[in-house]
């Protein structure tokens, strides 16, 4: 009877070392992905920052007057007399 309380003291106390290990390697294992989604979180705010940056970059280059005035003075392009223009209907 003895051996078996024995046996039964061994086991619960290994079962509460495992449960124990197991709740600290959770623990470590939560606040180590926890650390990582911070990181990967202020990646994507950078990101969304250069994405707002970039679009008004984009918007002020293709304005209806840049690009005529880039045809203008780089290409020495005009426009066309109006009695120069065609309409073609088909």
Known sequence: MI???LLL???LAAATFATAFAVVHSKHT???LFKQSRVLQDLIDQASIEEGRLQIEESTLARY???EELATDELGMISPAHEAI???VE
């Open 3 to 5: 051996r078996r309380d």
């Open 9 to 11: 003291v061994i086991f």
């Open 30 to 32: 939560s606040r180590m």
């Open 65 to 67: 007057g840049r690009i």
């Open 86 to 88: 065609r309409t073609v």
